[in-house]
């Protein structure tokens, strides 16, 4: 498997649900990211990780609750989210901070009911 | 913050060069100025990047003028497999994560 990874394509849940979202990098990059996007909307950027530490947190609500175990993986827990929430959920990966090439997931198509 | 401002659509014909510009007003001395292009159900992925001027790569160039407060992502000889949205993105080039990406362009390639 190369590039980034996203788990699953596709995610149908109601508004009591508990599920995440996983991407995983096959890069060698130190950094990675949620984004958020909506249609007709710019992309959101959620959250970074660099070296596995979270280095930007950009207001996202609680029910959205990101998690790096090792510079490969990336989760995005979802709980309590709210039928606004529906969206197409990216992760991308880049080598270092700032204005590297970010390398993007296919994405997970998430609704909620 | 640079906010940045691009078309929500155009329309071209195969063979044709095509020109999107991006406005970024407020665009600071360590921003770079980055393009990438959609197609549906993928991600983003990175067409060219640059600082001030010209530069070229093998499928486009990107334009940016002295104030920089503008730039013009240019196709040359487009065909159907262009069709896309292109996004312009300014970051800066610290670590700071000021990413600000505008809404999208979506090109559509005429036969």
């Known amino acids: 498997e190369t590039g980034v990874t996203q788990t699953p394509r ?9 599920k995440s979202l996983k991407c995983e990098q096959h890069l ?3 950094a990675m990211y949620w984004y958020k996007q909506s249609a007709k909307k710019p992309l959101e950027l959620m959250f970074v990780y660099s070296l596995e530490e979270r280095v930007e947190n950009n207001s996202v609500p609680s029910r959205f609750s990101p998690e790096c175990p090792n ?4 989760f995005l827990h979802l709980h309590t989210l709210q039928p606004e929430d529906s969206a197409l959920y990216l992760c991308a990966s ?8 970010q390398y993007f997931g296919p994405g997970t198509r998430l609704l909620v009911l | 913050l640079a906010k940045t401002t691009q078309p929500i659509s155009m329309d071209s014909y195969e063979g044709q060069e095509v020109n999107i510009t991006c406005s970024h007003n407020n665009i600071a001395t360590n921003d770079y ?14 067409i060219i990047q640059g600082y001030k001027t010209k530069v070229t790569n093998e499928v ?4 940016i003028p002295a104030d920089r407060k503008s730039s013009t992502l240019s196709l040359p000889r487009v065909s159907l497999s262009d069709t896309a949205v292109y996004y312009c993105l300014v970051v800066g080039a ?10 999208g362009t979506k090109l559509i390639i005429k036969p």
Do not use: D
């Open chain 2, 60 to 63: 486009a160039s990107l334009f």
């Open chain 1, 10 to 18: 596709h995610l149908v849940m109601g508004m009591t649900n508990k």
């Open chain 2, 94 to 103: 610290g670590s700071n994560y000021q990413l600000i990406w505008g809404a």
């Open chain 1, 28 to 30: 060698g990059h130190n």
């Open chain 1, 71 to 74: 510079s490969s993986h990336l």
């Open chain 1, 94 to 101: 880049s080598q270092g901070q700032g204005a590297e090439t």
């Open chain 2, 33 to 46: 100025i980055t393009w990438y292009q959609q197609f549906p159900s993928q991600g983003p992925r990175f």
